[in-house]
């Protein structure tokens, strides 16, 4: 490994040791992790220190890192809630963010303040439901009714943005693009139905994966890890972002293992969040020029205001409509934990911002501002959500339960 790697690797292994430390420390963790390991990613960055940098290998490590957060993220979605009142409900809300960002930006763009406007509008729109499952979870949300709630808004607001950067920003042209989503679609049905060939009850071949599951083969992981990459290089292949693979791979695991496995979830979160999600998170720090944000302190606050508008005022509105069994609504702070959870915003902007660098229709300067804006909702939402009042922490009972607690279907 070249030197300059290996230092490189080691401050970054630094950071992602120290954030939990320093977030453990704080009172009722209101800081989460993941702001900490941005602000470490800022300061070891070559924008500021300078000691570490994102060369080829590691750039390949954060793309691991990238994809098993969205594998991660597919995988706690219930295909049922998604198809359900509250993911149809979280469709609708998305597709009115999409209209009011496509008519801000119009506005901007004929003012001559946004350049690469489709992108932005496509930013607008975004929920960073790998980013928030860690702090769901760290605040034992995920199975609660509000923390599915966010689940299904934040699905959406990453599943149709992707697809958008698909089919808007492609350089094949919107028909194009929409050919080659329909073929990886058929891809990823095919890797789907694989399972159910060889991993039915009875079968050998599923014998021999659980008798490994914990010798050094560690089969399970090896599976799941050849699911993930297969679907990356898919995408890759189709010139489609690795978020799309990713989420695909989550989908089809959770469909292998409906009921979930907690050995196995206990090894992925092993891996995922003891090591390669860190490093996602912390590069994408060392990618903000906090020069060019700290020149443009307007357009950043413009673009955190039109989050909040654009995003977290109709994920507001349309939490007032959801229900549980019995009826009972969300009350306004729960509706505001939800719409302030919802417009925590990173994973996709990095990505769509990459795009439209890479195409030139975007400054870096630009992408940094944008990205920092991201950060910055990352660090206020989860934790102006966390200084309201807790919701009942209450797991949602089984599907077939009449007297469960969750949305309507």
């Known amino acids: ?18 954030a939990p430390l320093i977030a453990g420390s704080l009172p009722r963790r209101l800081v989460p992790e993941v702001v900490l390991l941005l602000v470490a990613g800022v300061v070891i960055g070559p924008y500021a220190l300078g000691i570490a940098s994102v060369d080829t290998e590691i750039d390949m490590l954060r793309e691991l890192g990238l994809g098993l957060l969205f594998l991660l993220a597919g995988y706690e979605i ?14 609708v809300t998305w597709v009115v963010c999409f209209g009011l960002a496509v ?6 763009s004929a003012l001559d303040v946004v350049h690469a ?18 702090i769901l979870a760290d605040r034992g949300l995920v199975t609660t009714r509000l923390g599915r709630s966010v689940l299904n808004h934040g699905a959406v607001g990453e599943l149709l943005p992707v697809i958008a950067m698909a089919v808007l920003l492609g350089t094949r042209g919107a028909a194009g ?32 994966v659980r008798s490994t599951s914990d010798t050094t083969a560690q089969t399970p992981i ?6 993930l990459v297969g679907l990356i290089a ?103 934990q939800i719409a302030l959870y919802s417009t925590t915003g990173l994973p996709l902007i990095v990505a769509v911002t990459g795009v439209a660098v890479s195409a030139g229709h975007m400054s870096n300067a630009s992408a940094s ?21 807790r919701p009942s922490l209450q797991p949602l009972a089984d599907p077939a339960d009449p007297n469960r607690i969750g949305p309507d279907r």
Do not use: C, N
Request: glycine share 10%.
């Open 1 to 18: 490994m070249d030197a300059a790697v290996a230092t490189s690797l080691f401050w970054i292994t630094v950071a992602a040791v120290l």
């Open 78 to 91: 219930d295909p049922k809630e998604l198809t359900g009142r509250g993911g149809r409900r979280a469709l």
């Open 103 to 108: 008519g801000a930006v119009a506005v901007l």
């Open 117 to 134: 406007g489709v992108a932005v509008a496509i930013a607008l729109t975004s929920t960073a439901i790998g980013t928030l499952l860690p």
């Open 177 to 208: 693009s929409l050919i080659v989503l329909g073929l990886f679609a058929v891809v990823a049905v095919l890797v789907a139905l694989l399972p159910r060939w060889f991993m039915r009850e009875g079968s050998q071949f599923l014998q021999f």
């Open 222 to 227: 090896r599976l799941v890890m050849l699911l």
């Open 234 to 336: 898919v995408a890759a292949v189709f010139d489609l972002d690795v978020i799309l693979g990713a989420f695909a791979a989550g989908f089809i695991l959770r469909r292998a293992v409906p009921k979930g496995d907690e050995q196995l979830e206990s090894k992925l979160d092993g891996l995922a969040y003891g090591f390669m999600i860190p490093i996602f998170f912390v590069t994408s720090g060392m990618a903000i020029d906090v020069h060019a944000v700290a020149e443009a302190p307007g357009v950043l606050a413009a673009f955190l205001a039109l989050l909040v508008v654009v995003r977290g005022v109709p994920v507001f509105v349309a939490a007032r409509f959801d229900r549980d069994a019995e009826g009972a609504r969300f009350g306004t702070s729960e509706q505001v």
């Open 369 to 389: 501002i944008l990205v920092a804006a991201g950060a910055i909702t990352v660090l206020i939402m989860p934790t102006l959500a966390g200084l309201l009042p």
